[in-house]
């Protein structure tokens, strides 16, 4: 399937990346002229496979971009709090090859795309070593198993503490969002015990799929997001803080698994979102070297056409081409 792109490129030429944000005024006119021209358009709807999460607001939209030097530029919801649920997944697998290294945590998880949803008991069955990868609920229920801690709450302790410094605050959970999740996550059970019958977890698999659970359930805002993307893209340096999250080279390997060869299609207006190996397959944001970008809007099954406009737009007007981190943030996350 091709799009066009957002805008007339004939008549607006896209500019030449130097690797550096334009100059700031460019920047929130961008942002700005962007959420002004996409806010209208309304389609998709709310998830309800997580009971919470169908109250809400479908009216909810916010940009953020962050730069490597700290500076945001915002318009919109940038400041409601919501469930992080897979856009988490990326930042806990920086925390195990942080603490386990890159190899072993390669050996332990996977790193290809599977080529089916992002919920599939099948492509565990249909894989010869029972790996997956990080970003599909298989991988990323075997990545927090791994996180450091003899406890689940140990482990829990340790991914609020890791997404908090990504995030530049403190993080806490949204005991709704997590009862309701924890009530009706069978599906993530079945693969935590499916994963444990092949060898692939490395943790009791009630209580990996537990310490899973509160992760999603952790609560940030867009900006929050902006600048967890911005520290991954920084090398690992928060840029709000200053503060080193993880090394440098832990961000080269996490940004190679997330951005999968489909990431190309999209600056190319061509757009297969089914096969996106992306956090959760729902939930997507845009990042480059020295920037962050989440748009949340509404949306199910697929990228909406709000979020993929904007992250077109931005990645051209801005000249941040190069999709690093490809993941639309929508409400249903």
């Known amino acids: 399937m091709h799009d066009r792109l957002p805008y007339d490129e004939a008549t607006t030429p896209p500019r030449v990346s130097t690797g550096d944000l334009p100059d700031p ?10 959420f002004h ?10 998830a ?4 919470a999460l169908a109250a809400a607001s479908p009216d909810l939209f916010g940009i953020s971009v962050v730069g490597a030097r700290g500076r945001s530029f915002e318009i919109g919801d940038v400041d409601t709090p919501f469930s992080i649920q897979s856009v988490s997944k990326p930042f806990v697998f920086a925390l195990v090859c942080e603490a386990e290294g890159y190899d072993a945590a390669r050996q332990h998880l996977g790193v290809n795309s599977t080529g089916f949803p992002f919920n599939s008991l099948m492509a565990v069955e249909l894989n010869d070593a029972r790996t997956m990868n990080p970003l599909v609920n298989a991988g990323a229920i075997a990545t927090t198993s791994l996180v450091p801690g003899t406890t689940a709450e140990e482990k829990f302790e340790r ?5 908090s410094r990504f995030a530049g605050r403190e993080l806490s959970m949204s ?13 993530n059970q079945g693969i935590a015990h499916l994963l444990q019958s092949y060898g692939r977890l ?28 911005a520290t991954l893209s ?15 080279g832990v961000c080269r390997r996490v940004l190679a698994v997330m951005g999968d ?21 729902e939930s997507r944001a845009l990042q480059q070297r020295h920037s962050g970008f989440i748009s949340r809007t509404s949306g199910r099954k697929q990228p909406t056409k709000r979020a993929i406009n904007i992250s077109l737009r931005w990645s051209t007007r801005a000249a941040l081409e190069r999709f690093l981190l490809c993941q639309w943030l929508r409400s249903d996350s």
């Open 261 to 281: 060869s489909h990431s190309a299609l999209y600056a190319h207006g061509v757009r297969d979102p089914g096969r996106l190996q992306l956090p959760g397959g």
């Open 25 to 34: 005024t460019d920047v929130q006119r961008i942002v700005t002229e962007a």
């Open 37 to 46: 021209l996409y806010q209208p358009n309304a389609d998709g709807v709310v």
């Open 175 to 187: 005991e709704d969002v997590y009862a309701s999740e924890a009530a009706s996550n069978m599906r």
């Open 159 to 163: 991914v609020r503490d890791g997404l």
């Open 234 to 248: 920084n090398g690992g340096v928060n840029p709000v803080t200053g503060e080193v999250v993880v090394l440098p």
């Open 202 to 229: 490395y943790f009791d698999p009630d209580e990996a799929t537990d310490v899973y659970t509160r992760q999603c359930s952790l609560e940030v805002t867009v900006h929050d997001l902006a600048v967890m993307a």
């Open 48 to 51: 309800d496979y997580i009971p």
